[in-house]
Structures are given as structure tokens and as C-alpha cells.
């Protein structure tokens, strides 16, 4: 039989599947099931879309508290994002991951990595294209709970 689904429809389905994974009793298939992922993830030649789906595939460990894979893959996601050349993509980038390390409890090196993206989007020049990554940002902020960084960051929008 022909497959018919692109890469990326494969690791959607295979996140999504991941997600509903919530039961300790599905641990084991949760990991299986982070792994294909994973594994179908790392074939991907953009970096740009390899960094999104890393960054979906660790949101979605953190969902269902498989701690463990989620840094891996966050470490990998990391380490794409740090090859990503469009600047407004890897605000938004850093921000996820930076968010993902807090939630993982690696205040430090998530709260790093927020900054690396706020210092970032301060630097682009198209109005829209900043306005774009602070608002990441803010979201990302707010997510985790750093509610007065967010509105801090959700100001510098206003600030034309």
C-alpha cells in the first residue's frame, strides 16, 4: 500500500498519539511512541521545521510527564535552533525551549535562554516581525508563570 502522508502529517499523528498517553500504565508506550517521533523528526532537513516539531514533540513529553526524554529532545531542539538563521524564528524558538527547561525545573538555563530571545527580537528592525517575537515571548513568559515578565515584554509591543 502507498503512503500517502507527508513527514511532517506522520509526526503530527505520532504526537498526537503521544498526548493521549497520560497514564502511567502508558509509559512504555509513550516512550516508544517518543522515539519513532523523534526518529522521524531528526530526517527532516529544514532545521527551521526540524526545531518546530522537536519543540512539539518536547511539549508534548512535558504533557505527559516523561521528564527525561523531554530534555533530551529539548537539548536537541537547542541545538537546531542555534542553526536557525532567520532571527524572528529563533526568538520563537528559544522562548519554547526556554519555557520547556523552566517547566522541566532548569530554571537557569531556561530563564537564559528567554533572555538570549528577548535581547534578540530587540535587534530586528521590521516592526511587525519584533511585534511577532515578543509576543512569543510574552506568551512563553506568561505560560510559565512569570506573568510580570510577560506584561514587561507585552509593553515593549506598545512601544513603537
Same mark, same amino acid.
Given at each position: 500500500?502507498? @503512503? ?8 503530527q499523528f505520532l504526537?498526537?498519539? !503521544?498526548?493521549? /498517553? =497520560? ?13 519513532? &517521533?523523534?526518529? /522521524?523528526?531528526? +530526517?527532516?532537513? *529544514?532545521?527551521? +521545521?526540524?526545531?518546530?516539531?522537536? @519543540? ?9 510527564? !516523561?521528564? %527525561? ?5 529539548? *537539548? ?5 535552533? /542555534?542553526?536557525?538563521? %532567520?532571527?524572528?524564528?529563533?526568538? +520563537? ?8 527547561? =523552566? ?8 530563564? @537564559?535562554?528567554? *533572555?538570549?530571545?528577548? /535581547? !534578540?527580537?530587540?535587534? !530586528?528592525? %521590521?516592526?511587525?516581525?519584533? *511585534? ?5 515571548? &510574552? ?5 510559565i508563570g512569570y @506573568? ?8 515593549? =509591543?506598545?512601544?513603537?
Amino acid at each position: 500500500m502507498e @503512503n500517502h502522508f507527508t513527514l511532517e502529517e506522520r509526526i503530527q499523528f505520532l504526537i498526537s498519539k !503521544l498526548r493521549k /498517553q =497520560v497514564k502511567p500504565i502508558h509509559r512504555d508506550s509513550a516512550l516508544r511512541l517518543s522515539a519513532d &517521533a523523534l526518529e /522521524q523528526v531528526e +530526517t527532516i532537513a *529544514d532545521i527551521a +521545521t526540524k526545531a518546530y516539531y522537536l @519543540n512539539e514533540l518536547a511539549i508534548a513529553c512535558i504533557e505527559i510527564k !516523561l521528564a %527525561d526524554k523531554c530534555l533530551e529532545i529539548l *537539548d536537541r531542539a537547542l541545538e537546531a535552533t /542555534q542553526a536557525i538563521s %532567520d532571527r524572528s524564528t529563533k526568538i +520563537t524558538e528559544f522562548s519554547k525551549i526556554g519555557s520547556g527547561y =523552566v517547566k522541566l525545573g532548569i530554571e537557569d538555563k531556561g530563564l @537564559n535562554l528567554l *533572555d538570549r530571545a528577548l /535581547q !534578540l527580537a530587540k535587534t !530586528l528592525e %521590521d516592526v511587525d516581525e519584533r *511585534d511577532y517575537a515578543l509576543c512569543a515571548l &510574552a506568551f512563553a513568559c506568561k505560560e510559565i508563570g512569570y @506573568n510580570t515578565l510577560a506584561i514587561e515584554i507585552a509593553k515593549l =509591543v506598545e512601544e513603537k
